[in-house]
């Protein structure tokens, strides 16, 4: 009996230890049409919405598969404050009213060091891992680009750098298995293995350019090249 009930306990125990799976969606900030007019051939980033819209595509699959699914939607703000007020629309309400509908939790950060806070506390305990991190926003072979040609004409005056991610990132709140995706461009080239390096798990990014046509199909973005890790 007394052998039995220490088996109870150490399976209770074992059992109220078991990590809670987070996801993180990490969501980069639009540029301004007033500076990507002047630029011509070179112009892109037309919608508002594509860094947004490409978010929901993947947590909208995520809670297809798994309603009760943990996910953190991380959005730097100060460029749609400012691409609101270019279009007169108001588009960080419109972000809340797409987090509540699918009753998700949404931090807004206003600064790169606020987005690497954001992601250390992604896990709610000390027990929890992330499981899945998705990047959707601009990106150069070294760095998350959450702001670009918003502040500054085609300049980053935000980003989250692969040097800072082994000093800025707690590596013990991923998965082991972690999926782990960029949706930037050219991240393959450089940051991928910058990732890998730090935390010990993937990161699958593409060499060369990433489309976001296909988001307004309801998919995920495509690369225009090779996806590595």
């Not at 598969?65 to 588009?91: M, Q």
């Not at 992330?130 to 760095?143: E, K, L, R, V, W």
């Not at 050219?186 to 593409?206: C, D, H, I, P, Q």
Request: proline share 3%; glycine share 6%; with cysteine.
């Amino acid at each position: 009996m007394k052998l039995l009930r220490n088996v109870f306990l150490a399976t209770t125990l074992a059992c109220c230890s078991l990590a809670h799976a987070v996801e993180v969606v990490l969501c980069g900030g639009v540029a301004l049409r007033s500076w990507e007019n002047l630029r011509g051939p070179a112009a892109h980033d037309n919608w508002w919405a594509n860094f947004v819209r490409a978010s929901t595509v993947y947590i909208d699959g995520a809670l297809a598969r798994n309603p009760e699914k943990d996910i953190l939607w991380i959005v730097y703000r100060p460029s749609y404050i400012s691409r609101g007020k270019e279009n007169k629309i108001d588009y960080i309400a419109r972000i809340k009213e797409t987090a509540a509908k699918r009753n998700i939790r949404l931090k807004f950060v206003d600064s790169a060091d606020e987005a690497y806070a954001a992601i250390n506390k992604a896990p709610r305990n000390k027990q929890d891992r992330i499981t899945a991190f998705f990047y959707f926003g601009h990106s150069n072979p070294h760095a998350f680009m959450l702001d670009y040609s918003n502040d500054i004409m085609a300049a980053s005056t935000a980003w989250i750098h692969e040097k800072d991610l082994a000093t800025k990132i707690n590596p013990a709140i991923f998965d082991a298995n972690a999926e782990c995706w960029s949706y930037g461009c050219y991240t393959g080239r450089s940051m991928s293995r910058y990732w890998r390096e730090a935390f010990k798990v993937a990161l699958w990014g593409n060499l060369e350019s990433t489309r976001y046509q296909p988001v307004g199909e309801g998919k995920l973005p495509a690369g225009a090249g090779r996806w590595v890790r």
